[in-house]
């Protein structure tokens, strides 16, 4: 079968992306597509500038109008931003019976009501993933994987910018102006941060999210926006001491006949898992009436979190547009004939850290025999905890954290160690995993 | 266009969830779906037994080949369980040319790959997001909203038992089998309880897991598998002293040329999110190449939201039953004639609890006419917090956090707050989100 052929408008940082996720998984995107996915040609301003990604086999065109009425294009993907051009493009590109994917929230937030009734009437999709939450595939989840539910409420750290001061105000005790300094040298927040820490951006993306939730229209004027800049220093402090954690959030939910659509600095108690979210990644609390509360976590922005998102709809439309029963969603997200034979490694092989516990005879020198076995199989230690003995006890318990080794190591180093005279009972072993 | 007809095998908990969420939600799910969906059918051992549903237009049926064979119905949803006739009848509806729905993880875990084969073969859906982690949608986010990733590894909370075991142990210092039995008392635990203790349950969802994740074939027999019945309650603490803490884990990880697959009692860092999933709730993390780390959260068992994942399910059938434009995901979830008008409400009537920051002068009696103000507009006082004013400071900050109570009544409490001739500057609010 022929490869789809994508037209990339935008080559900057999620264009750069999205080229170098389906140049190095390629083989595996069309395992799960039943098609190949090729991009044939990319706008650019400036074809001389160095780029992040290889553009050998890609057709660079100057004219961003010239890709989209390029024949040969099925699927026109808009990473440019911003309002005017993308919105001709987009609309000229359905005009033209061609599906869209998009990652600009602005353009989706203000224009997608046109933009979709068009869309429905050329029979093309439009997807946006990547507008919303950048990695998380949250507009999928709402979509699709909640559609038994009633919605009742979301409620989102949907800007990473925002979320990465207020995270630091509390870390390091520092102000706004100090840490939105830092995040601009970072490269987190823009020259002109408005649309970050004043909500701007946040709406556009709680807008998009609502209508999905609610099955309303796109209506951003409506949104109650306030920023994170009167935040003090001293709020994140009181707000601590009273059991809580300030976040900017998104917040969308059924109330009475109407709908509350709102961004704004919020307390949230601390022990919830949306109050752990720190640093630059996103959350989004969905509350469905069947399913009950949902957490989704992740990367909210960056080059290859979003073409992640921008990937997944291109694999959907690539789906849809060969509507027979085998480009159906496989059973098993691969295609039946595409499986892969890997082997599953038998525990020994597999190297993990662990946290061992051994009950010994009180008496000198048991922990240093024990931890010779263990040095002589290359397993050093990280943490030991040994108790005084209870009143009437001869064992004490003995705790080990090691760092990680293969399991056939820590097997032969228990083999010792369960034969030493002053061990009373087998060794009990935990895994160790830092999930990084 | 005419109702899709559903045969329901099994109207115990979940069958009954499905029922009353499909009773519920009929309106809203038929927006989305672009079609209505009908329980014609059901195949019930005992017809007599109360129900946890209504039946009064459902035809309820002793024998579940009859249902199966009925030429009425289009989807047969299989909410038996266990191997046979769970089996039998599945394989029956394929070769009948029916789409199946199911939540039996155990058939999809040994038997998966003789039924997708099959269902290959006839051109028919076989759906079974129930199967894994309850009401997340965490098929549909591994199958299709990380499409473009390489996927490294998988770890997940994935036994709602375990896990409120493990909690109970750590939050109230009791041992393994004291919290076991008040897991069966509250029915959370079976009699036999072999499944969820021995990591067997959990061993049947991650076999799933891995194959969608890698693209290998289901091999639960390949799965490394350890209970949690010799954690003791001295493990918890000692972990909780070294900084971590212990849960119960189905790991799938590319390793070389292999993978791992193991379900066995884990020490994670305490300040991971995963490390503070709690009680009976199901939590997976997916890390892929492109999108990093991304963790989804949600009730991992019980009617309804079991329910949630099974109509989801249908939903897509649906869609894809007709495969011509009007039927495919619709853009803003809902199809687009069926979107509502609902209002969105002004800030004024939204009700929410508060932060209160003000600056005060230091002097007697100010406190007392501020709660006086607030008290006028039915606004109780949760916790004040006012600090000694700084050598050299005249105004001191004063804090209160509020119940509940709606903006309005706020902005006219701030009208009399900000005229009072002891406060210097404006009232700063925080909304205060519970998230419950």
């Known amino acids: ?36 996915i090729v991009i044939a040609k990319a706008f650019t301003r400036s074809p001389e500038k160095p780029r992040l990604c290889p553009t050998d086999n890609i057709d660079l065109v100057g004219d961003p109008f010239q890709l989209v009425e390029d024949p040969q294009i099925d699927i026109v993907v808009e990473l440019i931003g911003g309002d005017s051009p993308a919105k001709e493009l987009v609309l000229r590109a359905i005009e033209l019976g ?55 409420w979301i409620a989102g750290i949907i800007n990473g910018t925002g979320n990465f001061i207020l995270t630091e105000m509390r870390d390091k005790g520092r102000d706004f102006a100090d840490v939105l300094k830092e995040a601009q040298a970072l490269g987190y927040a823009e020259a002109d941060p408005t649309f970050d820490i004043e909500g ?12 999905i939730a609610f099955g309303i ?64 990644m996103n959350a989004v609390v969905v509350k469905g009436d069947a399913v009950g509360p949902t957490l989704y976590y ?51 092989e597999i190297e993990t850290a662990y946290y061992l516990r051994l009950s010994v005879a009180d008496r000198p020198g048991v922990l240093a025999d024990i931890a010779r076995f263990l040095a002589d199989q290359g397993i050093s230690i990280e943490a030991v905890i040994q108790k005084e003995p209870q009143p009437g006890q001869a064992e004490v318990p003995l705790i080990f954290l090691t ?22 009972a087998p060794m009990y072993r935990i895994r160790l995993e830092t999930l990084d």
Chains 1, 2 share one sequence.
């Open 98 to 152: 061609k599906h869209v994917v998009t990652a600009n929230k602005a353009l989706i937030a203000l224009h997608g009501n046109e933009i979709f009734a068009k869309a429905s009437e050329k029979g093309v999709m439009v997807n946006f993933e990547a507008a919303v939450a950048g990695g998380i595939p949250i507009i999928k989840v709402l979509r699709e994987g909640l559609a038994g539910n009633r919605i009742e």
């Open 403 to 424: 760092h990680k080794v293969k399991e056939k190591s820590l097997d032969a180093a228990a083999a010792q160690i369960e034969s030493h005279p002053a061990v009373k």
């Open 200 to 211: 701007i951006d946040a709406a556009h993306k709680l807008t998009i999210l609502a209508a």
């Open 217 to 280: 229209p796109l209506q951003f004027d409506k949104v109650y926006t306030e920023g994170i800049s009167q935040v003090t220093g001293e709020d994140v402090r009181y707000a601590e001491e009273l059991g809580y954690r300030i976040k900017h959030l998104g917040i969308a939910r059924r109330s009475g006949d109407g709908v509350e659509l709102r961004v704004h600095p919020s307390l949230i108690p601390e022990r919830r898992l949306l109050a752990n979210v720190d640093g630059v």
């Open 1 to 36: 079968m022929q490869p789809v052929k994508i037209g990339l408008l935008g080559l900057g940082t999620v264009g750069s992306g999205t080229v170098n996720v389906l140049n190095r998984n390629g083989r595996e995107i069309s395992r799960r597509a039943g098609r190949e």
């Open 298 to 348: 992740g990367p909210g922005a960056g080059a290859e979190p979003t073409a992640s998102a921008v990937v997944a709809d291109l694999v959907d439309v690539v789906r849809v547009m060969t509507a027979d029963p085998e480009h159906r969603v496989p059973h098993l997200a691969f295609q039946a004939d595409a499986l892969s034979d890997m082997a599953v490694l038998p525990m020994a």
